[in-house]
């Protein structure tokens, strides 16, 4: 540290103590890999999807280069990254005309990526992490499979004794917890559908068709732990099995390519995930001063719903779907309909409605309602409607599900 410039000490201290916001995500840090061992990108996002971190993949570039990145292969044990999914608003729009695809339960729990090696059995989240004390009924499906080696892309979810799934938080709470797995297992089952075979018995499969995999995967898993499916080229069949999975209480369908192979880490055109867009007029009650390059913007919004009593219940906040244009508008609408300020927060006269679009409802004893908008973003304002004509808590309680 005594060695560092006075600026490098700052950047330093921020590493350790997590203060650097540098914006170097993933994808930058591939292409500053690729660049700085002088390799070919894809061979270095290559090798990152199998080895599953860049770190490594850092490694072997700078060291061995392309070679080194070529000899990175599959591993049963090592989590590799999870084939990502675009998105379309309606099933049409992500079909074309004529072609052939496979539409797939969207179910809302958690991604599960199941290694068997032998009798042991790891269990890898999306982001990775290990998880595979949480989860008993998952190993006893696993291990029972008749392979000797083989790595499974899947999904598991709470579901309620009718069999419905219940809502991400409780899934996400019971992944987490590190209580008796035991007792977990008996207050909160869980239901685990595997949708695709990447490794059997020695044989990698990232590089066949989707049919191919899919077709492999019948024959290890039983029928009740794979994910349902059709395959179809009409619009009408897909969009009426999309409405069956909503029914169902599930989150949609995913519209795949079966001619596609396994793009670990990546979203493109061979998945594409499709959702109900649900929407509220809500009005902003309050606006939260921003920072990194929205400093000098008033950005995240608190949003609310009207009660019986004509006031207001905050639902969360979001400052997603923003543009620059309409961070400046908002900036001055704001201030000029401010009452307060609670440090970086403005608290302002409930008149603007906003109309929001979310994925769902969970629950929430953050907010008085009791509930909070899932990945909420903003659509558009409405200076078409007043306050009073925004979106009561009984519209949005009768939309939760639960």
Known sequence: MRRATAAEQDYLRGLLLGGVRQGAQDGVMLAAIAKAADVPLSAVQRAAMLAGFAGPVAVAALTGGQDALAAVSVEVGRPLRPMLAGSAPEVAAAMADGVTVDLERKIDGIRIQAHKIGS???????????????????????????????????????????????????????????????????????????FDLLHIDGEDLLDRPLHERVARLHTVIPAAATIPRITTDSP???TTFFAAQVAAGHEGVIVKDPTSPYAAGRRGAGWIKVKPRHTLDLVVLAVEWGSGRRRGTLSNIHLGA??????????????????????????????????????????????????????????????????????????RYRDDKTAAEADTIDTVRSLRGW
Do not use: C, N
Request: no cysteine.
């Open 120 to 194: 042991e059995v790891r269990l890898f989240t999306r982001s990775l992490d290990e998880i595979t004390d949480r989860l008993p009924e998952v190993i006893d499906l696993v291990a029972a499979l008749p392979a000797g080696t083989a790595i499974l892309d899947g999904e598991t979810v709470a579901v309620r004794p009718d069999g419905r799934p219940e809502p991400f938080q409780v899934t996400g709470a019971r992944t987490a917890s590190t209580a008796d797995p035991a007792q977990l297992r008996a207050s909160t089952p869980l239901a685990t559908s595997f």
């Open 236 to 238: 009408e069949e897909a």
């Open 306 to 379: 009207r009660d019986a009593d004509g006031k207001f219940v905050m639902l969360g906040k979001t400052f997603k779907g923003m543009t620059d244009a309409m961070l400046a508008w908002q900036t001055e609408r704001f201030l000029a309909l401010e009452t307060h300020r609670a440090g970086h927060v403005v608290h302002v006269r409930p008149e603007q409605v906003v109309e929001i679009a979310f994925d769902g409802i969970q629950r929430s004893s953050r907010y008085p309602g009791g509930m909070a908008l899932r990945f909420a973003r903003v659509l």
